[in-house]
């Protein structure tokens, strides 16, 4: 099997190297971002003019455009 297994997890739960599920207020998951560790995450933006290509640490906490909507752990 090729495809990697998510195994669902919670916040609390997370560590680095977990993934961060997030989408727009009142919508459904539409990004993915790596946990890092103490509260951040490291993603990539979506293009625009003020923010093309650019990958960026953000605070989990804080608003970083997207809502965390779920969480994951790839199994090996």
Do not use: C, E
């Amino acid at each position: 099997n090729l495809l990697p297994i998510v195994m669902p997890i919670t916040r609390d739960q997370l560590i680095p190297g977990d993934l961060v599920f997030s989408g727009r207020s009142g919508g459904g998951v539409q990004h993915v971002a790596l946990y890092i560790g103490d509260g951040k995450v490291i993603h990539a933006t979506y293009a625009s003019a003020s923010r093309a290509n650019q990958v960026r640490i953000d605070v989990l906490d804080n608003d970083w455009v997207m809502v965390p909507k779920a969480y994951g752990r790839v199994m090996q």
